[in-house]
C-alpha cells in the first residue's frame, strides 16, 4: 500500500510526458493516489487526456489558469467525480519568449511583467481560493514548482525571476491563510530539468552543463526527483511542513563559488 493511498489529487498542468507535472502524476499514482487533470486549450486536449489515461483516470478538466471562470469551472466540474480533492499540485508557468533573453531591462515590459506574475504566481491563489471548499477539513496539501531564479540573478530567466519570487511569497502567505482549514502550502524549488518549458530559455543546455558540473552530486536532476519529493510533501508523512520550499536541486543552491572541476 503506498503512502498517498486514498488521496485524490488534481494536477494543474500537465502538458507533456517530459514536465514536472507528468513526474509528479507518476510518483503520486504509483503512491495510491487518484488523479485529475486539467488542460489548457483544446489543442491540448485529447494528449492530456490520453496521458491520464496512463494513469487509470478519466478526469481531464479545461482550464486556462488565466480566466477566474475557468478556475471556478474546474471545481464544479470536479464536483460531479469527486466529492472532494485531499492535494492540488500547481506547475504552470508563463512569459513571453523575448522576455527570456537578453538584458533584463532591455527585455522588460509592463505587458510581459504582468503576464509573467498573473500566470505563474496569481494562479496559484486563485486555485486555492476556487477549490478551497472542496479541500476544506481533508487535511491537505497544496504545492508549487519554482526556481533558485526567484532568490539570484539567472542569465536570460530575467521576469520570470520576479514571478517565481512573488510564487514563494505566495506560498507563505497562503500557508497561514489555509493553515486553520488544515490545508498544507508548500513549494519544490527544482534545479533546471530539460523540459518542453525550458526550452524557452535562452541557453538552457549550458545552464544544464553547469549544474552538473559544479553542484555537490554532480548531475542534474530528474522529473522523478521531484516527483518523489513532491509526492512526500503532499502525504500524512509531511504533516508538520507547510510554508516551506524545498530544493531539490543535487545541492546547487548551496554552492558558494564554483572552482575549476
Not at 488521496?7 to 507533456?16: C, D, F, P, Y
Not at 507547510?242 to 558558494?256: A, L, P, Q
Amino acid at each position: 500500500m503506498g503512502f498517498l493511498e486514498g488521496k485524490r489529487a488534481l494536477i494543474v498542468g500537465l502538458a507533456s510526458n517530459r514536465s514536472i507535472a507528468w513526474g509528479c502524476a507518476q510518483a503520486m499514482r504509483n503512491q495510491g493516489a487518484e488523479l485529475a487533470f486539467t488542460y489548457q486549450n483544446e489543442k491540448l486536449q485529447g494528449r492530456v487526456e490520453k496521458m491520464a489515461a496512463e494513469f487509470d483516470s478519466d478526469i481531464a478538466l479545461p482550464c486556462d489558469v488565466g480566466s477566474d471562470t475557468d478556475i471556478e469551472r474546474v471545481f464544479e466540474r470536479l464536483d460531479d467525480f469527486w466529492d472532494h480533492v485531499d492535494i492540488i499540485i500547481h506547475s504552470v508557468a508563463f512569459a513571453p519568449r523575448e522576455a527570456l533573453e537578453g538584458d533584463y531591462l532591455d527585455a522588460i515590459t509592463r505587458e510581459n511583467f504582468n503576464v509573467a506574475h498573473e500566470i505563474s504566481s496569481y494562479s496559484f491563489a486563485a486555485i486555492a481560493k476556487a477549490g478551497r471548499n472542496m479541500m476544506e477539513g481533508r487535511d491537505g496539501a497544496m504545492l508549487t514548482m519554482s526556481y533558485l531564479g526567484a532568490e539570484r540573478s539567472m542569465p536570460n530567466y530575467n521576469v520570470m525571476g520576479l514571478a517565481k519570487a512573488s510564487l514563494e511569497a505566495n506560498v507563505r502567505y497562503m500557508a497561514e491563510s489555509l493553515g486553520p482549514d488544515g490545508i498544507r502550502v508548500n513549494g519544490i524549488s527544482a534545479g533546471p530539468i530539460k523540459t518542453l518549458a525550458a526550452a524557452g530559455i535562452s541557453n538552457f543546455r549550458k545552464m544544464l552543463t553547469h549544474v552538473e558540473t559544479y553542484a555537490p552530486m554532480r548531475r542534474n536532476i530528474t522529473t522523478e526527483d521531484v516527483g518523489n519529493t513532491a509526492a512526500f510533501l503532499c502525504s500524512d508523512l509531511a504533516a508538520g511542513i507547510t510554508g516551506e520550499i524545498t530544493y531539490v536541486d543535487s545541492g546547487y543552491n548551496n554552492v558558494g563559488m564554483a572552482m575549476e572541476v
